[in-house]
Protein backbone atom coordinates (compact mmCIF):
# COMPACT_ATOMS: atom_id res chain seq x y z
CA UNK A 1 0.00 0.00 0.00
CA UNK A 2 2.76 2.45 0.80
CA UNK A 3 3.82 1.89 -2.66
CA UNK A 4 0.69 3.03 -4.23
CA UNK A 5 0.78 6.20 -1.92
CA UNK A 6 3.72 6.89 -3.11
CA UNK A 7 2.74 6.88 -6.67
CA UNK A 8 0.05 9.04 -5.97
CA UNK A 9 2.55 11.14 -4.23
CA UNK A 10 4.90 11.44 -7.33
CA UNK A 11 1.51 11.68 -9.66
CA UNK A 12 0.25 14.53 -7.36
CA UNK A 13 3.91 16.27 -7.57
CA UNK A 14 4.10 16.05 -11.61
CA UNK A 15 0.48 17.62 -11.66
CA UNK A 16 2.28 20.14 -9.54
CA UNK A 17 5.30 20.86 -11.59
CA UNK A 18 3.14 21.02 -14.58
CA UNK A 19 0.40 24.01 -12.79
CA UNK A 20 3.52 25.89 -12.36
CA UNK A 21 5.16 25.55 -15.37
CA UNK A 22 3.72 28.44 -17.13
CA UNK A 23 4.92 30.79 -14.41
CA UNK A 24 8.10 29.21 -14.66
CA UNK A 25 7.73 29.97 -18.37
CA UNK A 26 6.77 33.28 -17.91
CA UNK A 27 9.45 33.86 -15.69
CA UNK A 28 12.12 32.61 -17.98
CA UNK A 29 10.75 34.64 -20.51
CA UNK A 30 11.17 37.70 -18.34
CA UNK A 31 14.29 36.74 -17.95
CA UNK A 32 15.30 36.58 -21.28
CA UNK A 33 13.92 39.54 -22.07
CA UNK A 34 16.27 41.23 -19.61
CA UNK A 35 19.27 39.79 -20.89
CA UNK A 36 18.40 40.93 -24.25
CA UNK A 37 18.16 43.93 -23.63
CA UNK A 38 21.32 44.02 -21.42
CA UNK A 39 23.24 42.82 -24.17
CA UNK A 40 21.35 45.13 -27.09
CA UNK A 41 22.80 48.06 -24.58
CA UNK A 42 26.06 46.69 -23.82
CA UNK A 43 26.69 46.28 -27.88
CA UNK A 44 25.34 49.82 -27.95
CA UNK A 45 27.78 51.48 -25.41
CA UNK A 46 30.75 48.95 -26.86
CA UNK A 47 29.90 51.05 -29.82
CA UNK A 48 30.22 54.48 -27.98
CA UNK A 49 33.36 52.82 -26.51
CA UNK A 50 35.15 52.32 -29.99
CA UNK A 51 34.20 54.98 -31.46
CA UNK A 52 35.85 57.09 -28.48
CA UNK A 53 38.73 55.12 -28.53
CA UNK A 54 39.19 56.09 -33.08
CA UNK A 55 39.39 59.61 -31.70
CA UNK A 56 41.34 59.53 -29.27
CA UNK A 57 43.92 57.62 -31.28
CA UNK A 58 43.16 60.29 -34.48
CA UNK A 59 43.78 63.01 -31.91
CA UNK A 60 46.67 61.54 -30.90
CA UNK A 61 48.03 61.16 -34.27
CA UNK A 62 47.26 64.61 -34.98
CA UNK A 63 49.24 66.29 -31.57
CA UNK A 64 52.44 63.78 -32.90
CA UNK A 65 52.34 65.81 -35.85
CA UNK A 66 52.28 68.98 -34.16
CA UNK A 67 54.91 67.75 -32.11
CA UNK A 68 56.97 66.98 -34.83
CA UNK A 69 56.18 70.32 -36.18
CA UNK A 70 57.36 72.17 -32.97
CA UNK A 71 60.55 70.44 -33.17
CA UNK A 72 61.40 70.77 -36.62
CA UNK A 73 60.29 74.86 -35.75
CA UNK A 74 63.05 74.66 -32.76
CA UNK A 75 65.74 72.93 -34.60
CA UNK A 76 65.18 75.68 -37.21
CA UNK A 77 65.15 78.49 -34.42
CA UNK A 78 68.20 77.01 -33.07
CA UNK A 79 69.95 77.05 -36.54
CA UNK A 80 69.17 80.59 -37.18
CA UNK A 81 70.44 81.77 -33.85
CA UNK A 82 73.71 80.51 -34.48
CA UNK A 83 73.73 82.22 -37.63
CA UNK A 84 73.04 85.58 -35.77
CA UNK A 85 75.75 84.30 -32.64
CA UNK A 86 78.16 84.25 -35.71
CA UNK A 87 77.43 87.53 -37.25
CA UNK A 88 77.28 89.07 -33.54
CA UNK A 89 80.65 87.48 -32.91
CA UNK A 90 81.92 89.03 -36.17
CA UNK A 91 80.97 92.57 -35.44
CA UNK A 92 82.30 92.27 -31.99
CA UNK A 93 85.89 91.46 -34.03
CA UNK A 94 85.08 94.60 -36.08
CA UNK A 95 83.95 96.97 -33.46
CA UNK A 96 86.62 96.28 -31.15
CA UNK A 97 89.55 95.53 -32.87
CA UNK A 98 92.94 96.90 -31.40
CA UNK A 99 93.40 100.72 -32.97
CA UNK A 100 96.52 99.25 -34.25
CA UNK A 101 94.66 96.91 -36.71
CA UNK A 102 92.65 100.18 -37.89
Known amino acids: MESGGFAMQERSSIRDAHRSWPSDAALTSAALVQIDARLQATTILSGKTVVRADQAIARVGSGRITVEEAVQAMGRVSDSAKGIDG ?6 K ?6 SWR
Do not use: S, T, W, Y
Not at 87 to 92: M, P, W
Open 87 to 92: VIEGLD
Open 94 to 99: IAFKPA
